[in-house]
Every structure is written in structure tokens, then in C-alpha cells.
């Protein structure tokens, strides 16, 4: 039951924040009024009897366990789709570079 005051709601999904609000609760929580308790009634079912526990079964004799032997592998040669390397033609000298050429500019005037 929520008493007189202020609260903070703050709502996580996860770690995750998402979002958080405040709000007060005010004037007097009702008070509850008692309720009678009901009485246990008889009734007329009867309880069985425990029933007969069966003898327990024989327990079988352990089997032998064979002892382990070493597994020697030898690796298996895969084969793999490998392109045969291709020639790229890489020229011996750079290809020249054109001279900066003047620009006229004309000087400013007053």
C-alpha cells in the first residue's frame, strides 16, 4: 500500500536506462477492515492406505571396460583451387611531369 510522500519511478530494460518520472501520493492510505477467517469444515474423504512397496530389483554386475588403445592419425593431403600468379606491367620510368606555366596578374591599384 503506498504511503503519504514523493516517489521516483525509474524504469531499466536489461543495464539499460529508458526513462524515469516522479510523482506524490497524498492524503491518508484507507485502513483495512478485518475479514472474517472461514472455519475448516470435516469432510468425508478418507485416506488410503499406503500400498505395498514392490522388492527392490537385483543390481546387474559391472561389465568390463576395454582398455583404451592410442589412435595414431596421419594427415590427410587436401587440395585447394589456387590461381597461378598473374604479370602486372609496371613501367620503368614515370611519365613526365608538365613545367608550371606563368599566370599574368595584374598588380593592384590604388
Given at each position: 500500500?503506498?504511503?503519504?510522500?514523493?516517489?521516483?519511478?525509474?524504469?531499466?530494460?536489461?543495464?539499460?536506462?529508458?526513462?524515469?518520472?516522479?510523482?506524490?501520493?497524498?492524503?491518508?492510505?484507507?485502513?483495512?477492515?478485518?475479514?472474517?477467517?472461514?472455519?475448516?469444515?470435516?469432510t468425508s474423504t478418507?485416506?488410503?492406505?499406503?500400498?505395498?512397496?514392490?522388492?527392490?530389483?537385483?543390481?546387474?554386475?559391472?561389465?568390463?571396460?576395454?582398455?583404451?588403445?592410442a589412435t595414431y592419425l596421419s594427415?590427410?593431403?587436401?587440395?585447394?583451387?589456387?590461381?597461378?600468379?598473374?604479370?602486372?606491367?609496371?613501367?620503368?620510368?614515370?611519365?613526365?611531369?608538365?613545367?608550371?606555366?606563368?599566370?599574368?596578374?595584374?598588380?593592384?591599384?590604388?
Amino acid at each position: 500500500m503506498w504511503q503519504q510522500g514523493e516517489y521516483e519511478v525509474q524504469i531499466f530494460v536489461g543495464l539499460s536506462w529508458k526513462t524515469s518520472g516522479r510523482f506524490t501520493v497524498e492524503g491518508q492510505p484507507p485502513t483495512a477492515v478485518p475479514s472474517l477467517t472461514p472455519t475448516p469444515t470435516r469432510t468425508s474423504t478418507s485416506t488410503l492406505a499406503p500400498s505395498l512397496t514392490l522388492r527392490p530389483s537385483d543390481t546387474r554386475v559391472p561389465s568390463q571396460t576395454p582398455t583404451p588403445r592410442a589412435t595414431y592419425l596421419s594427415p590427410t593431403p587436401t587440395r585447394a583451387n589456387t590461381h597461378a600468379p598473374t604479370f602486372t606491367l609496371t613501367p620503368i620510368t614515370p611519365p613526365a611531369t608538365h613545367a608550371p606555366t606563368f599566370t599574368a596578374t595584374r598588380t593592384p591599384t590604388q
